[in-house]
């Protein structure tokens, strides 16, 4: 069923690896953070914190709703935002080293009531029909093998009237030269393309909120941060590694706001 060429084996053995390297270099994300301007002195822990809100915020959440958080990282979000708005959620995650990271940093946080985290593959969800109000995926469908069937997905495990939203990178338009992050990724999506794939499967999008700072602000804070911590990396990545992530890094920010843009999309099953 794969539109790409990746497994979910592979997928998962690439979030293994990177996710060690998030939790300890980058605050436990692995996606951008929202910074106001250069002047901002928000942390990167800070930037990705008003970053989850602003994705959460679109889906009007009520306390005790049980949501979803597709492709979970380590649990980080997901802790965030049971605290933050009184929900019951569930992270998943292809990676079995994310999701045991998770559930180690919920026992930590005292959120381990609130949360449960599974390894489990948005393409196949083990979830009944109607068993969540929400869903939300952060910078996470971008690695989607087959986008249809994983909206699909989202579609079947919401209740009539639940919301999904997401975030990702996006193209600002269908010529802008904007890569995939990384080989096993989705070719970048625009806004529009975006809109199509979640109404082909049944949903109303009904907010689209394209951000110029989000990438912009990120790309300074985590190249700035990468080269702080550059030597630590290296002696505990070795210097390949580091080289590869560093190259990586400047490839993924190296454009401007007329060719990228960060989107926000929030939907809802009728
Ligand atoms: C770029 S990371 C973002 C992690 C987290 N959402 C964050 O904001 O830091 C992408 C996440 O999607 C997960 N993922 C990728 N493909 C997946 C799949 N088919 N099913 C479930 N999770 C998946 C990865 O394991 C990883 O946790």
New binding site residues.
Partial sequence: MSELNAN?AD??KF?DG??AL?DKYFG????QGYWYDDSDDATLEEG?GRLTRKVVDTLGLHRGERLL?????TG??SIDIAGAYGVRVTG????PV?AARSRARAQQSGAAEQTQFEV????SLPFADAEFDAVV????LF???DLEH?LREFHRVLRPGGRVAMSEISKTTDASPLKRPFPLAREPMTAESWTKAFESVGFVVEERIQSRRVYVNTGKRHLMHFESVRDQITEEFGAEMTEGIRHGMREAFHLGPEDVTYLILCARKQ
């Fill in positions: 979910p997928i998962a979030y990177a996710s998030a436990g994300y692995q996606r990705a958080e597709a492709g979970c990282g980080t979000a998943i995650t292809i990676s994310e489990a593959d948005y393409h995926a952060f910078e996470s690695n989607a093998y994983a």
